[in-house]
T-cell receptor, first 113, second 112 residues
């Protein structure tokens, strides 16, 4: 257990509303990641962070923003949710800078109507 | 862009059979991970391989990293229904700034 929690675990929202997902870790690891998982697409990186206020885009970042004001929290925001953003969102951390191994949270299932 | 191709995409077998899942790329990876994911949960790490030619065993699961560090395989001996799940491979690149590339996964169903 890498001490990763995600909230909320489930959310239903309407098109055009803002949504913020939270990832919290208890062990102060530097690297944190947001992925989305859709059938047939595996895990796709949205944004990642390599320190407080240090973030960068992944392969599917359009329509998403992130913030990391504290080491333990990494927030993912959908400024104006669209139906194409209906997905399962996973947060992950990397526990060592010398390895690529990541540990995942339990996921957030988001439905945009 | 580094890509990882997994095959097969779906696999349905009977309990007791053996199987192999493949993860291939044209890119060289600094390490490769295998994860297993059950419905409604996040991926769980099974193994990390870092040395070309490396073989690791985890009970009935055998993982191999290709000599050129471009491919990997997962072999399960005498599969059990508890092995059912989505198997994902992921590779870390030398210049990926801490990012990993994931394959699309292999969905394994083991029937009793």
């Amino acid at each position: 257990d890498a001490g990763i929690t995600q909230s909320p675990r489930h959310k239903v929202t309407e098109t055009g509303t803002p949504v913020t997902l939270r990832c919290h870790q208890t062990e102060n690891h530097r690297y944190m990641y947001w992925y989305r998982q859709d059938p047939g697409h595996g895990l796709r990186l949205i944004h990642y962070s390599y320190g407080v206020k240090d973030t960068d885009k992944g392969e599917v970042s359009d329509g998403y923003s992130v913030s990391r004001s504290k080491t333990e929290d990494f927030l993912l925001t959908l400024e104006s949710a669209t139906s194409s953003q209906t997905s399962v969102y996973f947060c992950a951390i990397k526990t060592s800078p010398s390895t690529d191994t990541q540990y995942f949270g339990p996921g957030t299932r988001l439905t945009v109507l | 862009t580094q890509l990882l191709e997994q095959s097969p995409q779906f696999l349905s077998i009977q309990e007791g059979e053996n199987l192999t899942v493949y993860c291939n790329s044209s890119s060289v990876f600094s390490s490769l991970q295998w994860y297993r994911q059950e419905p409604g949960e996040g991926p769980v790490l099974l193994v990390t391989v870092v040395t070309g030619g490396e073989v690791k065993k985890l009970k009935r699961l055998t993982f191999q990293f290709g000599d050129a560090r471009k491919d990997s395989s997962l072999h399960i001996t005498a599969a059990q229904p508890g092995d059912t799940g989505l198997y994902l491979c992921a590779g870390g690149g030398y210049t990926n700034a801490g990012k990993s590339t994931f394959g699309d996964g292999t969905t394994l169903t083991v029937k009793p």
